[in-house]
């Protein structure tokens, strides 16, 4: 999930034609609006780990990040990415994995909301992320 995070830290961070890396930074750091709007949409959060660049919070599980929210320095949200077991993936993504990457492991598995709702499915494979939309249509690899 960590490479996958960090990916779309670095995505997420495109302003101005120009990407911002992620960082670790201390929870002090990070601007009230993006706290208070992390909490007030996921209240159970705990143990939050920051990244900046577009400011990336991440909690639960064994590693500290099945889950993943983004939100601008303003508060705004931006997506979250849930970590899924690769079971979970749509048939149709494990079909196309199949077919394009023959006996490679699916590393890390994603189901990513956007703000407005839209979601898509992230699969690494051999360091690559490769996106499909919500029913499991291949859209590109990163």
């Not at 500290?64 to 929210?69: A, I, N, P, Q």
């Not at 990457?101 to 189901?111: Q, T």
């Amino acid at each position: 999930m960590k490479k996958l995070i960090f990916t779309i830290a670095a995505i997420c961070g495109i302003q101005g034609g120009s990407i911002l890396v992620a960082q670790d930074i201390k929870s002090s750091k990070v601007p009230a609006a993006v706290t208070a709007a992390l909490m007030k949409k996921y209240p159970v959060a705990t143990k939050i780990t920051w990244e900046k660049g577009n400011y990336e919070g991440n909690w639960g599980g064994k590693s500290g990040e099945d889950m993943s929210v983004t939100f601008t320095p303003a508060g705004a949200f931006v997506e979250q990415v849930e970590a899924i077991k690769t079971s979970a993936l749509p048939a149709t993504v494990t079909k196309y994995l199949q077919a394009h990457y023959k006996g490679v492991k699916v590393d890390e598995a994603g189901k990513a909301t956007a703000a407005n709702g839209t979601i898509t499915y992230e699969a690494i494979v051999k360091h690559k992320e490769v996106v499909f939309d919500a029913q499991g249509n291949f859209l590109k690899v990163e």
